[in-house]
């Protein structure tokens, strides 16, 4: 059966992450049944990581704040989520379902696919931020 996504609930999940008057930092979507779904959010990124098991697939969008000494601005990241126990063709699946996720979440800095803990580290994860944000004014401290 081919995927689908619920596309107003999901919208309004991204929006609220867009939102800079929201607490929410982050949100995932996940498959319930052939339809991928808002999942939970919330405003820690430690919380994200934990629903980020071995045996599940799913999409998020993050707000990270960003910047430097001139400038602060919030960053957004599209994470992939495949867990090592994830079948191949699910894993095949991902990929091709993450067209229905973007037709939603369409304004990020960068996309990640991740199946390594490892890389979900926050620290990681806002460094490849800062590579894909431009100048960095930090040098020219007065």
Not at 15 to 41: C, H, K, M
Not at 51 to 67: I, N
Not at 87 to 103: F, M, N, P, W, Y
């Amino acid at each position: 059966m081919a995927t689908k996504i619920d596309k107003e609930a999901c919208r309004a999940a991204y929006n609220l992450v867009r939102d800079d008057g929201s607490e929410v930092i982050w949100v995932t979507f996940r498959y319930d049944g052939a339809t991928i779904v808002p999942g939970d959010q919330g405003t820690d990124y430690q919380h994200f990581i934990q629903q980020c098991t071995d045996d599940v697939r799913l999409f998020a969008f993050v707000r990270f704040t960003t910047g430097d000494a001139m400038s602060k601005r919030s960053k957004f990241a599209l994470i992939t989520w495949i867990g090592e126990d994830v079948s191949g063709l699910q894993r095949a699946k991902t990929g091709t379902d993450k067209t229905l996720v973007k037709e939603v979440v369409q304004n990020f800095a960068k996309e990640f696919v991740i199946s390594d803990r490892k890389e979900l580290e926050e620290d990681f994860i806002r460094s490849e931020l800062k590579k894909a944000g431009g100048a960095n004014y930090d040098a020219q401290t007065e």
